[in-house]
């Protein structure tokens, strides 16, 4: 069974930051489309950031949704297969569980439009990340 493995999240004010990281098979990291979800109480779990990888030790090309857009930071470790999202200047509509995933397919742009929730296979076991105003 593929394991991904979350940690990170936790509380903190409006204004704050926090990261959540994400390790991965390194089959799945080096080809895959890494992506963070959330999903608050009573809402659709939604992506807010990619990063899409060519299987080289290059940079992935990112996607970042209007919402986080500026204040979130998806980056790579390649020595240790982890996806970090560094969130800052948090916001509490940004409260909710944060969710890893893989997929096999190219998440460029606004690649939410086209692919959901159930074109991911992989999934990290979610944490939560919790702002007060």
């Known amino acids: 069974q593929v394991q991904m493995v979350e940690s990170g999240g936790g509380s903190v004010q409006a204004g704050g930051s926090l990261n959540v990281s994400c390790t991965a098979p390194?089959?799945?990291?080096?080809?895959?489309?890494m992506a963070w979800w959330r999903q608050a109480p009573g809402k659709e779990r939604e992506a807010v950031a990619s990063?899409?990888?060519?299987?080289?030790?290059?940079?992935?090309?990112?996607s970042y949704r209007d919402s986080v857009r500026g204040r979130f930071t998806i980056s790579q470790d390649n020595a240790k297969n982890t996806v970090r999202l560094l969130m800052r200047n948090l916001l509490p509509e940004d409260s909710g569980v944060y969710y890893c995933?893989?997929?096999?397919?190219?998440?460029?742009?606004?690649?939410?439009?086209?692919?959901?929730?159930?074109?991911?296979?992989?999934w990290g076991q979610g944490t939560q990340v919790t702002v007060s105003s």
């Open positions: 995933a893989a997929a096999n397919l190219i998440c460029r742009g606004e690649w939410w439009y086209l692919f959901d929730a159930a074109d991911f296979g992989y």
């Open positions: 990063i899409d990888s060519d299987g080289s030790d290059n940079d992935g090309i990112t």
């Open positions: 390194g089959d799945i990291y080096r080809t895959y489309c």
